[in-house]
Every structure is written in C-alpha cells, then in structure tokens.
C-alpha cells in the first residue's frame, strides 16, 4: 500500500473516531457527534430552504412525507430519541443522510420543517435494516417514529421507488459524507467563537456605559 494511502485512511480513521462511528473504549454507549452534526446540517439546510420559499414565494410540492404542520420536537431531540431507541450503529446516520439527499435529487421536493421528520425516521430505519446485523420491525420503528405502521410502510415503499432501491453506500461516497460532517463541526465551532466574541463584547459595552452612568450621577 502506497504511503499516501496510508495517511488517507489514518485520516478518515480520525474522522470516523471524532464523529463518534469508532469507539475507542467498549461497552460504553453514549450520542455519537455525527447526532449533533447531522441535526445541525439538516437544520440549517431547512432554514435556508424555507427561507428562500419565503423570498421567492415558491411553494414546496405535497407529498406524503410532509405534516399539516411542523412538529413541536426539534430535529437535534428528534435524532436523539431514534438513536436512543433503535439501537442503531452510529454509521446509520451517515447513510441515512446520504439517502435522503439521493431522494431529494430524484424529487422536486425541498427540505423543510414539514416533511424533515419523515424523511428522517424512514431513512434511519432504511439503513438500519440495510447495514446492521440485527433490527426491529417496521410497527417498532413507527412507534418510535411517533407515525403509525401503515404510514411508515407506505413511507419506506415511497421512498425505496423515489430512489431506485439504491440502498448500497461505496466508501468513497461514505467517507465524502463524513468529510461533509466535519465540515459542519468547524463551521459550528466558528459560529460559536462568534457568539462568544459577540457577548464578550456586549458585556464589556454594558460596563462601559454603567461606569460611565455612576460617573454622571456622581
């Protein structure tokens, strides 16, 4: 193996433990970074979608993945409860969030606060059921979905025909998705710094002014 080889596996090594999909200690099982990551990708690709519908005055096409109304739990607590009670590999996460943009691709339909949770909940089960050795049944995976059966088989046929049954992930593709990930936990590092660079300076504009208002009362 050539040694530039060598340093693009090392390197995708240590993506795969910073997303949490390797685990360096056994037995321990706590949220992945990919959940987070994932959430926050998704979260502002909706707000972003939404908000260019509203400037341009487009409306997203109807489909059965999409609620009279958005629901009232977020995308981040969303994620967190599947995780929590599928069982899943954190790696499903990778894969489902490349099947939803192989859906996206093959629809004419926009990401948004109305039809992110379905999409979301079928395409984890899909990639549970597609790449771990043991998984529930669909009437388990609606219950946790908050969906009933008949809708979350309807969803999976719906989704499988949108996407051309096209379930197989090679590592490229898989690594490139991971890569995107990380991409979103620098991005979200940065805003953070911001913020904080931001309330720093708000708190020392607040003292300023305080210390000038004894100043003038004196």
Request: with cysteine.
């Amino acid at each position: 193996m050539a040694a530039s080889e060598l340093e693009v596996e090392d390197v995708c090594s240590d993506i795969y433990i910073n997303l949490g999909l390797k685990s360096l200690r056994k037995g321990i099982r706590k949220n992945p970074r990919v959940l987070t990551l994932l959430s926050s990708l998704l979260e502002r690709s909706v707000k972003k979608n939404e908000l260019l519908m509203e400037a341009t005055q487009v409306k997203d096409a109807r489909t059965m993945f999409h609620g009279l109304r958005a629901p009232t739990l977020s995308i981040r607590c969303y994620i967190d409860r599947i995780f929590k009670y599928f069982g899943c590999s954190p790696s499903c996460f990778v894969i489902a969030n490349i099947y939803v943009d192989r859906f996206l691709k093959c629809t004419e339909i926009q990401l948004t606060s109305l039809n992110v949770h379905r999409l979301l909940i079928t395409s984890i089960m899909l990639a549970a059921k597609f790449i771990d050795d043991s998984f529930f049944n669909n009437a388990y995976y609606a219950k946790v979905g908050g969906v009933s059966t008949a809708e979350i088989n309807k969803l999976e046929m719906k989704f499988l025909f949108s996407i051309d049954f096209r379930l197989q992930v090679n590592i490229q593709t898989f690594s490139r998705y991971c890569y995107q990930l990380e991409k979103e936990c620098t991005e979200t590092r940065q805003i953070e710094r911001s913020i904080r660079a931001c309330r720093i300076k708000e708190n020392w504009s607040n003292k300023d002014e305080k210390s000038c208002a004894s100043t003038t009362a004196r």
